[in-house]
């Protein structure tokens, strides 16, 4: 159980384009969604929180202008990077937090290898 | 301001040592504490979780860690590591401010390389 999956796996798109990902849990309901970027050979940096019908929260330095995120539902979260360069590439892994269970984990997905031109 | 560190950056041993790595916290209060394990090409694995109760966790794969509050430690070890335990290791901290905000937000240690020859 507790499966997280991206859509897509590996993005490369030219440079001011848009691209979204996707984060689904698979077999479980989430009420919060978190969005990560890493870059080669570092730890995660968490961008943002996004919890199901609302705003999502997004860390300092992060723009919420140009990493879009929608939760629209309990099973899917969006990110949409908007006039991508090509500093934004990155590999962005999401995870998500499960509606139940009253434990605090997370489920990670495989992530998304995005490549700007 | 409150970190996560990883002592060791890369560690390099071979098939049948034993494997311990640090993981230090600076937060204060409540912690939940985690390991994750990325292997190559694939994504983060839980490898074991201390929320509560007795300190020495066990976890998947023959993986331990120790809570040591005094020390603000959280260290996995293995006794006898096996080549298929070459991967990233990822020690990660969720300090349980009384907050909305706060609540489930993970800061990760900036990761440990194992590399395990047979």
């Known amino acids: 159980g507790a499966v997280v999956s991206q859509h897509p796996s590996r993005v490369i798109c030219k440079s001011g384009t848009s691209v979204k990902i996707e984060c689904r849990s698979l077999d479980f309901q989430a009420t919060t969604m978190f969005w990560y970027r890493q870059f080669p050979k570092q730890s995660l940096m968490l961008m943002a929180t996004?919890?199901?019908?609302?705003?999502?929260?997004?860390e300092q330095g992060v723009e919420k202008d140009k990493f879009l995120i929608n939760h629209a539902s309990l099973t899917l979260s969006t990110l949409t990077v908007t006039s991508a360069h090509p500093e934004d590439s990155s590999f962005y892994i999401c995870s998500a937090r499960s509606a139940s269970g009253g434990h605090n984990e997370q489920f990670f997905g495989p992530g998304t290898r995005l490549t700007v031109l | 301001a409150q970190s996560v560190s990883q002592h060791n950056h890369h560690v390099i041993l071979s098939e049948a040592a034993s494997l311990e790595l640090g993981c230090n916290y600076s937060y204060g209060g409540t912690v939940n504490l985690f390991w994750y394990v990325q292997y190559p090409g694939q994504h983060l694995q839980l490898l074991l979780k201390?929320?509560?109760?007795?300190?020495l966790v066990k976890g998947i794969k023959g993986f331990e860690a120790e809570f040591i509050k005094s020390k603000f430690s959280f260290n996995l070890r293995k006794p006898s590591v096996q080549w298929s335990d070459t991967a990233e290791y990822f020690c990660?901290?969720?300090?349980?401010?009384?907050?909305?905000?706060?609540?489930?937000?993970?800061?990760f240690g900036a990761g440990t390389q194992v590399v395990v020859t047979p």
């Open positions: 996004s919890n199901e019908g609302s705003k999502a929260t997004y």
């Open positions: 990660a901290v969720n300090a349980l401010w009384m907050t909305t905000d706060s609540w489930g937000k993970l800061q």
């Open positions: 201390y929320f509560s109760g007795d300190p």
